[in-house]
């Protein structure tokens, strides 16, 4: 990774979000964190990082705007949300049946339950990578928390 192609700062569009369970907040923060922590993202043809993105949701479109720290603008990539509404579903579905599980399941329970999440996220994240294909350059474990944090803005799908 060279060291100005990555993200330093992430930030979501408070009005983007929905409201959150605490298990959701909490994935959240910490893909926030881990993101922030550790990350490949590389604007195509874009100036040298690092960058900070906003992440928000307008008229079912993600909107992902990098900047440079100083304010200038780099890129607006827009795309639209209908290629991940059934996997973001889905992976709402087994999360929630994944936390209900970790309160009252067996440990071989809830490690189904986890693969089939792990599985869902990895083919969200696969999802994401090819949608920025030509755009932005990018890591698998910066897609997977990227993904976390598109299922944060639009749960309501």
Avoid: W
Avoid at 38 to 66: E, R, T
Avoid at 115 to 141: T, W
Wanted: charged share 30%; glycine share 6%; with cysteine.
């Amino acid at each position: 990774m060279t060291h100005n192609r990555h993200l330093v700062d992430v930030r979501l569009d408070e009005a983007s979000l929905s409201a959150q369970t605490a298990d959701g907040e909490h994935e959240r923060r910490v893909a926030i964190f881990d993101l922030l922590e550790a990350n490949s993202f590389d604007v195509i043809d874009g100036p040298d990082g690092p960058y900070a993105l906003h992440l928000s949701v307008v008229d079912q479109k993600l909107i992902f705007d990098v900047k440079l720290m100083d304010g200038t603008d780099v890129r607006i990539f827009m795309l639209s949300l209908s290629p991940f509404k059934r996997v973001v579903r889905d992976y709402f579905i087994i999360c929630e049946s994944y936390h209900q599980a970790i309160r009252q399941a067996t440990p071989t329970q809830i490690e189904a339950i986890d693969m089939g999440r792990r599985g869902l996220h990895n083919e969200g994240s696969r999802l994401l990578e090819a949608r920025l294909e030509g755009k932005v350059k990018l890591d698998f474990d910066t897609a997977r928390r990227l993904f976390t944090l598109i299922c944060a803005l639009h749960v309501r799908l």
